[in-house]
Each structure stands twice: as C-alpha cells, then as structure tokens.
C-alpha cells in the first residue's frame, strides 16, 4: 500500500458513485459506436474534476489526461463502454436496462464505474503517484473496432505502458486473477458459403441440399478440438425463401478461436478441411472466407509482475493466476503496441457472459476499483 494513504478508505469513499454510475450506464446501454450518452459522461465527470478531456476519439471514445506534475511514465488506463444486442432477462435484478434488445451482458457497464472510480481516486491522491495517466474509455469492443479506431486517432501517442481489467464471470467477487502471456485468444471471423443445386422440396433426389451440408458442417466445427484450447462455433445460418424450395445457397457466421499463431495457422487448415470434405462428400462447393481477425491478447512477463506482487500486497491469497481463455478482447491491440497487464476480477457471479442473464455483484465494483488503482500505483511508484 501507498505510504500515508489508505488506498481501501479512498476506495470506500467513492463506492456510491461506483453503483450509481455503473446503474446509469447498464440502464441506458448503448451499441458500438453509438456511446454518446455514456463518452458524455465520463467526458464531464473527468472535466469537473479539472483534467484535459479530448472527446470523439476514433469516432466516440474518450480520453482524459491525468498529471501528476512530476516526470514519469505515460500510463493508458482503457475501459471499453459498449453494450450488446441481446435481450435482457426478465428478473429480480437491482438495475435494467431501459433499451428494448440492447444490454450490458458483458459488464462493461462495470468497466466505465470502475475507471471513473479509478479517476476519482487518482484525483484525491496527486503527491502518491509520478508521471502521467491516460484514462481510455474506448467504444465497439464487442465489433473488434474500438480499439483499433482510437489507436488511429492517436490514443497511444506518447504511452509507454497500459493496463486495464475485465469483470469476469465465475469468479468470487472478491477475488483478482492475473496471468502473465496469452490470457484471451486471437479470434477470427468465419464466412463459409455452401453452394447446393436447388429444387423442389417434394422431390429432393434431384437436389443437393446446402442446409444439410451446412448443418453436418455447423456440428462439425463443434467439434474441432485442440491443444491449447481452441474453440469454433457457427452463429448464424441462413438459407432459403420458402418452406417447400430447397435453396441452392446456405450462408454460415462463426468464430474461429485460438491461443497463437501457429494454433490459429493449424485450425483454419482444419476448418477448411473439414468443410471441403464434407461439401465433397454431398457433391456441394463451399469456400470459407475469413472475416476481422482480433489478435490474442498477450500480457507482459514483467509488467504482469509488477501488478501481480502490488496486489499481492493489498489481497493476498485473493490473487489467483490468470487462466488463458477463448474469449477475445480488443485490449490485445494497445497490448501488441507497448507493454502492460489484463487481468481479471470476478463478477461473484455465474451466469456466462453474453447471456440474457448476465449480471454482476455491484460489491465487485470497490474490489475492481482497488485492484485497477493499484495496478496504476505498480507502475507509476506510488
């Protein structure tokens, strides 16, 4: 801990205006790049608080520059802001969203709370910290444009290091994981079109049906294994006019997921494998394009070290290693261009992220608050 400064008491201090804005942004959530309600937000908020905001940052992110005055390093501080188009569960939740078909299913709502928390402790506390700190509250995670569209803009222009955090399901909401290397995967869209010879559906003998070939090609991928982990999944099939026509087309959505490049090279040569032979076998044609690839997310030995024994000191046994996973985060792009740490801290809930369900322990908020301002303080030598 800081010397003279009890960082828990801070932490303590600004709770209520943890819930109270991760409230506001879950129940008017807004999709990739159409953040305007919450960047107006941050951007006011980390204006008051007297530090140069520049808004409309690779379309409607924000960044907010915080000095200590002193000489030190350029510290990036990303929360990622947008929500998902998924219908939020009908339940005893404390907070909903307002915006039919749209949702926080992810805890970004979490993220955006958490940085303002960051920001506000931060802003309590300029003699314990040196160098400058550059909050990133970055729009479209979730559509892989976020992060590459502030970069552009100039997001990391004078940044030496980064850091930031995820709320992760599954995990008590007490507890901070941090793992140094691959933590989230590269990830690339899939785009596999089957060609069939349509025709009658009371006649299906003359016809080479692309649905079937599709769905054998959809549990196919399902079941695709590897070591480390890889995943694919088809999340979308579309096929067909008419209930008595069979189609000549059927148009396949997926992922294709793995933890490095040659883990990536292996599995697409399986997809596309997999999916010629069985288009063969049916006397179908197929090609698999590949749509955005998302990068794996890969943290620095030592930055991750740093962190790792910073809050060691603050959480103790409270701090697990970082498991890799086959999720994907855009924070891998500022990663690929300076080093720094991801890590996670449990939503001290169950329920997958993405899902209808998806809620998150607001007593995670001061946890993930802590942990974030102590990542900063790591690096910044506080």
């Given amino acids: 801990m800081t010397a003279d400064v009890d960082l828990p008491a801070e932490v303590a201090r600004v709770e209520p205006l943890l819930v109270a804005v991760r409230r506001e942004v879950h129940e008017?959530?807004?999709?990739?790049?159409?953040?305007?309600?919450?960047?107006?937000?941050?951007a006011d908020r980390c204006a008051e608080l007297g530090h140069e905001v520049r808004s409309g940052v690779g379309r409607t992110g924000v960044l907010a520059e915080l000095d200590s005055g002193r000489p030190g390093p350029v510290l990036?501080?990303?929360?990622?802001?947008?929500?998902?188009?998924?219908?939020?569960?009908?339940?005893?939740?404390?907070?909903?969203?307002?915006?039919?078909?749209?949702?926080?299913?992810?805890?970004?709502?979490?993220?955006?709370?958490?940085?303002?928390?960051?920001?506000e402790v931060l802003s309590r506390l300029p003699t314990a910290w040196s160098g400058r700190v550059r909050m990133c509250f970055q729009p479209a995670e979730e559509t892989d444009a976020g992060a590459a569209?502030?970069?552009?803009?100039?997001?990391?222009?004078?940044?030496?290091?980064?850091?930031?955090?995820?709320l992760q399901s599954g995990i008590a909401a007490d507890t901070v994981a941090v793992g140094a290397?691959?933590?989230?995967?590269?990830?690339?869209?899939?785009?596999?079109?089957?060609?069939?010879?349509?025709?009658?559906?009371?006649?299906?003998?003359?016809?080479?049906?692309?649905?079937?070939?599709?769905?054998?090609?959809?549990?196919?991928?399902?079941?695709?294994?590897?070591?480390?982990?890889?995943?694919?999944?088809?999340?979308?099939?579309?096929?067909?006019?008419?209930?008595?026509?069979v189609p000549s087309v059927a148009r396949l959505r997926g992922t294709a997921r793995a933890m490095g490049a040659a883990e990536r090279d292996a599995l697409l040569a399986t997809v596309r494998s997999t999916c010629a032979a069985i288009a063969a076998r049916?006397?179908?044609?197929?090609?698999?394009?590949?749509?955005?690839?998302?990068?794996?997310?890969?943290?620095?030995?030592?930055?991750?070290?740093?962190?790792r024994t910073r809050?060691?000191?603050?959480?103790?046994?409270?701090?697990?290693?970082g498991r890799p996973t086959t999720g994907t985060d855009d924070m891998a792009r500022f990663l690929a261009e300076v080093p720094g740490c991801y890590f996670r801290v449990?939503?001290?809930?169950?329920?997958?992220?993405?899902?209808?369900?998806?809620?998150?322990?607001?007593?995670?908020?001061?946890?993930a608050t802590l942990a974030l301002t102590e990542a900063c303080l790591s690096i910044l030598g506080g």
């Fill in 28 to 42: 008017h959530p807004e999709l990739a790049f159409e953040e305007f309600r919450t960047a107006a937000l941050v």
């Fill in 76 to 119: 990036l501080v990303r929360a990622d802001m947008d929500a998902l188009p998924v219908q939020e569960a009908d339940d005893d939740r404390v907070s909903r969203s307002a915006v039919p078909g749209v949702m926080h299913a992810c805890g970004h709502d979490g993220h955006v709370a958490v940085a303002l928390g960051v920001v």
């Fill in 149 to 166: 569209a502030m970069i552009a803009d100039g997001a990391l222009d004078g940044v030496d290091l980064a850091v930031g955090l995820h």
């Fill in 181 to 245: 290397g691959v933590q989230w995967a590269a990830a690339d869209e899939l785009r596999i079109t089957v060609h069939g010879v349509g025709g009658h559906a009371g006649a299906p003998e003359g016809t080479v049906d692309p649905v079937q070939v599709g769905a054998e090609i959809a549990l196919a991928m399902r079941e695709i294994r590897g070591e480390p982990p890889v995943s694919v999944v088809i999340a979308q099939f579309t096929a067909g006019t008419a209930a008595n026509v």
């Fill in 282 to 307: 049916h006397g179908a044609e197929v090609a698999v394009e590949l749509g955005p690839h998302v990068p794996a997310l890969v943290c620095d030995d030592g930055v991750t070290e740093q962190v």
């Fill in 311 to 321: 809050l060691r000191a603050s959480f103790g046994e409270r701090v697990v290693p």
């Fill in 346 to 367: 449990g939503t001290g809930t169950d329920t997958p992220h993405h899902h209808p369900r998806f809620d998150l322990d607001e007593r995670a908020l001061p946890v």
